[in-house]
């Protein structure tokens, strides 16, 4: 039996214990469920836990839409509920029959600066059934330092174990050993495909509006798919059902606002957010020539609603839509962005089934227009139409079962070319359609005190449609063949079936082991020659010849809180297992063609590796110590003489030292300390004379490691002025505080001084930057 | 590309960023064979063979002796190269010539390189001016008609008072074919002792028409700090270099604005 076998037959094993488990708990029980609020806000309030007193082990807490389900047996009880920074709550119910109970919190008086808005249990990171999952809270990602103080939550998210910076100040990121564009990142649960502005060095999320985010890197529960590496899991903020709320801010990049509300009192609510960078207009304001003629800038501009339609529905409507700028008058302006839209139906149809019905408009486009003489545009588009419906039934207290599926339409236009000359000429490259359907089955149960179960089943189908003309490649990678497909025709589906198990045993209360495993696959591929330029890149689906990227994951993990919870600690082992992992050939152009297929080369890659996680959570002095020790290679044919090479993204070593201290009341302090291994990069062994200049001579592909990297980030906080009314701070920060020069790009050119010499020159960015930013709140 | 350099030039603007030069400790390699083969319109053949160095080498590159170098068109004319007193093994007889096709057979040690390449016909440069970007930056832009039907590849050189800047522009009509083209020659002001061009300085560009292989060989050693990869070579046989067969065009102004 190979792992892999094994690891499917201890999953058809523990479906039937599950049988028998549900079996065996069948005495007549009623249900209480409802939502828990803010009293004050309205705001739904997530990882409440709530007890059944005399009960206690009986515990559950509220899910990301702020509800719960408790199974009580029948007579009187008493349900305690507690969250951090809220006053504990009592209530007493007469039960017999299944009831909804909606229970309002008061924020505790005591503890304001307590207040922690994450939900989590003290004790997850043992009990959480889950591996490899990490939940970030908003005070995280607004204490911790970050380049030019734009809080920002992927640059939080870079300093937890297996996860990597895909280079300095970027907001991509590398999630155990898988490429960037492997991460499913869903801003309400919709997918987006850009999560960068300027040059990758802020993502499209303003901090401001963030509820709380949750990453998954290793064994992503089946209700998520369609990427080979990670989920994040980002939920936006819900408005105040009672008043209006005013938040701000004003930095050296941007300034932001964003206002909450009710629209109808105790029933909706909006929210709305903008963010823009505005150093172009100071430039302009002062009179400065260049700003005149050039445009930079970002904005990003969110959008939430809620509606509780009856006790029972929910409607919830979302939408975000950013766009990057960069130009110069009379020379090129280019921009992109997203544009997207979700509207959700949640219902509770009684107490034991929770229904979530979403349809989702996805737009991610580019524009980039040369306009000297003759106007000369390009623009690329994808379109995803997604309907997506889930079901959570609360069986028991001790299972869960959730299934659903979702259907998307991809719409990809990877190029339109418009020349301008009198009556114009247009050329475009064919669009890329496509039909993604996925259908899950999860189920959660507690088997034993000490043992608990998350397994799953995710079957995904991916159709490649016409209208289009489809390529048969020889082994040269010419094409051989044409064939066109009529409009709406299946050219191929792809079947895959995608098993995910987690298992956490408690050793005792205060320790566990956890092991997992999932399938992954993913039918979206990014082809990216350059980090820097987003333009320059291209998203393709799966053809007729780029098959589904697949991965296998196993983890071994030993979790252990010490001190009453202050102490967490983890270390967790990974192997992951890829199949059709693509490639680029030499000098491989994709831009301005169909048939991108001959660019490309296949082949497999491994990644593996093991992580450690030291975490204080609680007192004045916050933070964590995290170091990774791990590999990521590939095997492509074609490439490196078929063998074995370091992937871009393989890093042997990677360290984040995170500290957060709150002095008093007015004063707070954090610093960031990262390190880690250069990436694997192709360096010249030689050179040689051509055109009049030397140039440098490549014998292997990322056969060199760039420099080491580290940097250290430090921040003080201090509150200006704290009333109930009026809340406002001011953030000073240092970005790379000892001036580090860390490589950004190495370029091999003719040197400055002696034009017959090659020499290296090393781009560093970002030294000694400082930042200072204002927020508000009212 | 050049889109590329503007953005990186707007960004700096807003950022700090620190440029050194560094010396790093790289693997040497075995030695590979180098072949520069031109023929240029009205111009006898010039191939030059050398071999590849270590990285941190000196920059002087001995001609290979004792090769075969032929080069016949599609004429029926054959010709055999000799090395002379240059370095470089020339031709006698042959001439570039417009629409004219040729073969490049070079053999070292029993081993055969061969290329193929056809001389496009001219596009001369219609207009050339000093273009403005940001404030006192101005750049030559050329202006050219693309003649239809045909694909053409194009690539400009600048020259600054006599002096070669280091890099090109390079062009295709994928998008344009029979269009006015415009183009902005773009170059990297460190090669000019730091300055832009200024007002009075003697700005030259000659714009080449090259054919598909020597096109592909010099976009792709365009990006070859992106790719990090030997350019594409339209020699077969496993070498580096290229044969380049081109016609060209010159034009020169003193800038002013």
């Known amino acids: ?778 | 590309m050049k889109v590329n350099i503007l953005i990186l030039i707007l960004v700096s603007l807003f950022f700090f960023s620190c440029e050194q030069e560094v010396e790093l400790k790289v693997n040497t390699s075995e030695p590979c064979y180098v072949i520069e083969a031109l023929i240029t319109l009205g111009e006898f053949a010039k191939v030059n063979i050398v071999e590849s160095k270590n990285y941190g080498e000196d920059n002087q590159y001995p001609p290979v002796r004792n090769v075969m170098v032929s080069i016949s068109d599609n004429t029926g004319e054959k010709e055999i190269l000799e090395l002379m007193a240059s370095g470089l093994y020339e031709s006698k007889e042959i001439k570039g010539i417009e629409g004219r096709t040729y073969h490049l057979n070079v053999e070292i040690e029993q081993q055969e390189y061969t290329s193929v390449a056809t001389m496009p016909y001219a596009v001369p440069i219609e207009d050339m001016i000093m273009f403005k970007t940001t404030t006192d930056s101005y750049f030559p832009k050329i202006t050219y008609n693309d003649p239809p039907g045909i694909r053409n590849y194009y690539r400009a050189i600048l020259s600054i008072n006599g002096k070669r800047m280091p890099g090109m522009e390079v062009m295709d009509d994928r998008d344009t074919d029979g269009k006015k083209n415009s183009s902005l020659i773009l170059f990297d002001p460190d090669y000019n002792g730091g300055d832009d061009i200024k007002k009075g300085d003697v700005v030259r560009i000659e714009m080449q028409c090259l054919d598909k292989g020597a096109y592909t060989y010099f976009e792709s050693l365009n990006r070859i700090n992106e790719s990090l990869a030997n350019p594409t070579s339209n020699i077969t046989g496993g070498v580096l270099g290229y044969f380049g067969v081109y016609t060209y065009d010159t034009k020169e102004i003193i800038a002013d604005w």
């Open chain 1, 1 to 778: 039996m190979t792992i892999k076998q094994r690891f499917m037959f201890l999953g058809i094993l523990f479906l039937l214990l599950a049988h028998n488990g549900i079996a065996q708990s069948s005495k007549k029980e009623y249900v209480v469920s409802g939502t828990i609020r803010d009293h004050e806000s309205q705001e739904l309030l997530i990882g409440v836990t709530i007890v059944e007193q005399g009960n206690e082990s009986k515990g559950t807490i509220t899910n990301v839409d702020g509800e719960y389900k408790i199974k009580v047996f029948p007579g009187e009880v008493i349900l305690i509920i507690s969250y951090i920074g809220y006053d504990k709550e009592e209530i007493k119910l007469r039960i017999n029959a299944d009831i909804t109970q909606d229970i309002f919190l008061k924020p505790s008086s005591l503890s304001l600066q307590e207040v922690v808005v994450s939900g989590r249990k003290a004790d997850e990171n043992v009990t959480n059934v889950q591996s490899g999952v990490e939940k970030i809270s908003i005070k995280e990602i607004n204490t911790l330092p970050v380049l030019l103080g734009e809080k920002d939550i992927i640059k939080s998210i870079q300093l937890l174990p297996g996860v990597r910076s895909t280079g300095e100040g970027s907001s991509g990121i590398y999630v155990r050993g898988g490429s960037s564009d492997q991460n499913s990142i869903l801003l309400d649960n919709i997918p987006l495909y850009n999560t960068s502005h300027l040059m990758g060095f802020f993502s499209t999320f303003n901090s401001d509006v963030i509820k709380n985010a949750t990453l998954y890197k290793g064994a992503m529960p089946a209700q998520f798919g369609e990427r080979l590496s990670s989920v994040i899991d980002i939920q936006s903020m819900d408005g105040d059902m009672e008043k209006y709320n005013f938040n701000g801010g004003v930095g050296l990049i941007s300034s932001k606002l964003s206002i909450d509300g009710p629209i109808q009192k105790g029933k909706s609510s909006f929210v709305i957010a903008g963010r823009r960078t505005y150093a172009d207009l100071v430039a302009k304001a002062i009179g400065a020539e260049d700003a005149k003629s050039t445009s930079l800038y970002f904005y990003d501009l969110n959008m939430k609603m809620n509606f509780n339609l009856s006790d029972k529905d929910r409607l919830i409507v979302s939408g975000y839509w950013g766009r990057d700028v960069v130009g110069m008058k009379n020379l090129f302006n280019n921009s992109y962005g997203n544009l997207s839209g979700a509207i959700r139906w949640s219902r509770n149809f009684n107490s034991k089934l929770l229904m979530n019905t979403s349809l989702i408009y996805n737009n991610y486009s580019t524009k980039a227009e040369e306009n000297m003489d003759v106007d000369m545009k390009v623009s690329t588009d994808i379109n995803d139409y997604i309907f997506k419906q889930d079901f959570s039934f609360f069986s028991s207290e001790k299972s869960t079962l959730r299934f659903g599926y979702s259907s998307t339409y991809h719409n990809i236009g990877p190029g339109k070319y418009r020349y301008e000359e009198k009556s114009g000429t247009d050329r475009a490259l064919q669009n890329r359609y496509s039909w993604e359907n996925g259908a899950y089955i999860s189920h959660q149960l507690k088997l034993s005190e000490k043992l608990e179960l998350l397994y799953g089943l995710r079957a995904s189908a991916f159709s490649v449609l016409g209208k289009g003309d489809f390529y048969t490649l020889d082994q040269h990678h010419n094409v051989t063949d044409t064939t066109s497909y009529k409009s709406g025709k299946i050219v191929k589906t792809y079947f895959n079936i995608e098993p995910r198990i987690s298992v956490n045993y408690n050793l005792n209360n205060n320790s566990s082991v956890k092991t997992s495993y999932a399938r992954t696959t993913q039918n979206m591929h990014l082809l990216s020659n350059s980090a820097m330029n987003e333009l320059s890149e291209r998203w393709t689906s799966s053809s007729n010849y780029i098959k589904p990227q697949i991965a296998d994951q196993v983890s071994l993990g030993y979790f252990r809180n010490f001190s009453d919870n202050r102490f967490e600690f983890s270390v967790e082992g990974y192997y992951k297992d890829m199949k059709n992992q693509i490639d680029f050939k030499d000098n491989a152009n994709t831009s301005r063609k169909d048939d991108i297929e001959i660019e490309l080369l296949f082949g497999k890659g491994r990644a593996y590796g093991v992580e450690f996680l030291l975490r204080k959570r609680t007192g004045r002095l916050t933070g964590w110590i995290s170091y990774t020790l791990s590999k990521s290679e590939k095997k492509i044919d074609g490439i490196n003489q078929n063998k074995w090479y370091n992937a871009i993204q393989d890093r042997t070593h990677d360290i984040s030292v995170v500290g957060m201290y709150e002095l008093n009341d007015k004063w707070s302090f954090s610093a960031a300390w990262v390190y880690y291994t250069g990436n694997a990069v192709s360096y010249p062994s030689g050179k040689y004379p051509v055109d009049g200049y030397e140039v440098p001579y490549f014998t292997e592909r990322n056969g060199y490691r760039a420099p080491a990297y580290h940097r250290l980030d430090i921040e003080a906080t201090k509150v200006l002025k704290k009333t109930k009314k009026f809340t406002s701070e001011l953030s000073i920060g240092l970005y790379n505080a000892y001036g580090r020069e860390n490589p950004y790009m190495i370029e091999f050119k003719t040197n400055k001084d002696d034009p017959n010499k090659l020499s290296t020159y090393q781009y560093s960015l970002f030294k000694f930057m400082p930042s200072v930013s204002w927020n508000f709140k009212f």
